[in-house]
């Protein structure tokens, strides 16, 4: 059996005010949908990054101008 979670406002505002009613899976959708935002972000702007610092420690040690230039 699937389990539901359900968040209703108590009060005056719930009148009116549609379904508040959200499953589980939805809030796994939304979780997911954020964190794979991040990692879009997270994998832009490190990938560079890390390619530098994996070749600066590799052998022979290269110059930051040698693993910059083309050729």
Do not use: C, D
């Not at 935002?37 to 560079?48: L, S």
């Amino acid at each position: 059996m699937a389990s539901r979670v359900s968040l209703k406002s108590k009060g005056k505002n719930s009148k009116g005010s549609g379904s508040e009613e959200r499953t589980v899976a939805e809030y796994v959708k939304e979780w997911s949908t954020w964190a794979m935002r991040k990692a879009k972000v997270i994998t832009h702007y490190g990938f560079i990054p890390l390619v530098i610092i994996v070749g600066m420690n590799s052998e022979p040690k290269p110059q930051l101008s040698q693993l910059l230039s083309p050729v």
